[in-house]
């Protein structure tokens, strides 16, 4: 082999014909080489310089003609020091999850990716952003538990193994925590979450069974797209990164990857640009925004003064503005911690609880952690069933927390990104003894999905759009019409009409409060009737039930009630 002459651009490695391309930055006065390893050396068996005087800017190059891409490994020496490639496209070697690495062995490299894979037809899903019911998921922690019962726990091709549940449950899309090579420590703490720097172009090692992640990736995706279930990818670039490069590593897991979207942290790469794309146009780039969370956990506790807020929650288009609705998510309580703690208790992480949010609008129901009084019991079961209502009644596309489905417990630690354990792994034998929990939210999807008034495309404008007498959406409280806005109310009667939609009208009553409450019912069109649908305690009926009262219904405290006109 030999260098020949070549060029800054693109970063990282390609290959042209016979010569094979390595582009990387390095700062003004460093000293840069190119080592290659053969497969299975230990030292590197040819070393190139790269020196500064032929750099284009910072960017050194060269290229290497007879070089068989299968048969070497690379790395740079960069100041001195073994140096991985920022673009590298897979890293051999890699340790198991939870080890350091230590570069100057050589034992981790970068290797040139020249595999192909049959993709058999497949394509992004693109479903609209009002049909999809998402669910947030840690691929190491969704089933390195023993209770997960999959082949391959902690992997890709494991959270494959969970297509099925996630089917039946009425998941069609799921959004990966970071599945990029990360640094597991970048301090004295693991990083088991996958925030901060990384080798964002290359698919973790560590979550791959057979050692090629690259592979694996691509058929989890595949599976999940035959499934009919879109995969989305969390990419929270740290900060300083060149908005070039975030811009070109989204396209790459789009066009390598069939990635379908991809949730971004907008305050370290250029939002306008990322959705400006025209490659990028129909994949679903998204960002994470807590005002939907903020607002339900304190309506659902009970706070004074929600109702405006509430009524804007519930009625916000998520599309507009890339975000999804969520009250539970990685940071912070899960579900069943939401109803059991006031506090965090972050003991474990070693950082004498002062990590982790603050402020988490949680209410232990009266007992602080873990209790078998009935009464307690019962009102937390009561509050999740409310929560998951509030979650998935609302317009605009939910997500849900993996294993709050089945009331998953992180023991009130509500910040577990160095837990790489049985604190953050879902625990799945919780849910035989939850089944109640998963079965009530499985038919709250299918409910929400099989009416179309509770997830509409279009915005909510409060006008009557069809010229039915109604408008498309309308507030009432103890009197019809009436918004029940006052200062101490914690109730709330949201009308939704069917009319252009070949829909029912559907009437929720949300009652917060600690108090039973009433509530008018609006005036149906002639021979129609309200029947009852879901009430909290009571679950998703089997088949709608009349009221015997038209006019007026009572819910007991703590309670919603979903009621449909035909």
């Known amino acids: 082999m030999r260098e020949v002459q070549g060029v800054p651009y693109p970063l990282g490695v390609r290959i042209v014909k016979d010569r094979v391309n390595f582009a990387v930055a390095v700062p003004a006065g460093a000293a840069c080489e190119l080592m290659l390893y053969e497969k299975g050396g230990q030292v590197p068996g040819q070393v190139f310089s790269m020196p500064e005087e032929k750099a284009v800017g910072e960017v050194r190059f060269l290229a290497v003609e007879g070089l068989e891409p299968d048969k070497y490994e690379y790395n740079y020496r960069i100041g001195g020091r073994v140096s991985i490639d920022p673009f590298v496209r897979e890293i051999t070697g890699q340790h198991a999850f939870g080890e350091k690495a230590d570069l100057e062995s050589h034992q981790i490299r970068g290797k040139i990716s020249t595999g192909s894979f049959d993709w058999e037809g497949d394509s992004q899903l693109k479903i609209p952003y009002h049909e999809v019911i998402a669910y947030s998921l840690h691929v190491r922690g969704f089933t390195m538990h023993s209770s997960s019962h ?123 640009m990322l959705v400006g794309d025209p490659l990028l146009k129909g994949v679903k780039i ?93 009102l937390r079961r009561n509050q999740i069933r409310n929560a998951f209502f509030l979650l998935l009644m609302a317009q605009g596309t939910p997500c849900l927390l993996a294993g709050d489905e089945f009331g998953n417990t992180q023991k009130g630690n509500n910040n577990v990104y160095c837990q790489d354990n049985e604190l953050s792994w879902l625990n799945w034998s919780k849910k035989k003894t939850s089944d109640d929990l998963f079965q009530y939210v499985k038919e709250l999807i299918a409910l929400r999905k099989s009416h179309p008034v509770l997830h509409r495309a279009d915005l909510l404008l409060g006008l009557d759009q069809t010229a039915c007498g109604t408008p498309d959406v309308s507030y009432h409280g103890e009197n019809a019409w009436q918004i029940p806005a006052e200062i101490a109310s914690r109730q709330l009667g949201i009308l939704y009409s069917g009319s252009g939609l070949k829909d029912d009208d559907c009437f929720i009553a949300y009652n917060m409060h600690w108090e039973k409450h009433s509530f008018a019912l609006p005036t149906l069109g002639k021979k129609k009737k309200w029947y009852r649908v879901t009430e ?30 035909k």
């Open 286 to 378: 998204m960002k994470k925004e807590d005002a939907f969370q903020n607002i339900m956990r304190r309506f659902l506790k009970g706070d004074e003064g929600m109702v405006n807020d509430v009524i804007w929650a519930l009625r916000h288009n998520t599309k507009e503005d890339g975000c999804c609705n969520y009250i539970t998510t990685h940071t912070g309580f899960t579900m069943f911690d939401l109803v059991s703690y006031d506090g965090k208790h972050n003991e474990a992480n070693g950082e004498r609880n002062q990590d982790g949010p603050d402020y988490n609008y949680s209410w232990n129901c009266g007992v602080e952690g873990p209790s078998r009084k009935k009464a307690v019991v019962e």
């Open 536 to 565: 909290t305690r009571l679950g998703v009926e089997k088949s709608s039930i009349p009221l015997e009262n038209q006019k007026m219904i009572e819910l007991k405290e703590r309670s919603i009630v979903l009621l449909i006109g």
């Open 150 to 272: 999959v082949k391959h726990k902690g992997t890709f091709l494991g959270a494959a193994g969970k297509i099925p549940y996630l089917k039946e449950l009425g998941i069609n899309q799921i959004q990966c925590m970071p599945v990029y090579e990360f640094e597991e420590y970048t301090g004295k703490y693991q990083n088991y979450w996958g925030y901060g720097p990384g080798y964002y172009f290359a698919p973790k090692a560590a979550y791959s069974a057979s050692g090629n992640p690259c592979l694996e990736l691509k058929e989890m995706v595949k599976q999940y797209h035959k499934a009919g279930i879109e995969v989305v990818l969390e990419m929270p670039f740290a900060a300083g990164i060149l908005p070039q490069t975030a811009w070109e590593c989204l396209r790459y897991y789009t066009v390598e990857y069939h990635v379908d979207g991809f949730v971004v942290n907008p305050y370290t790469v250029p939002w306008d």
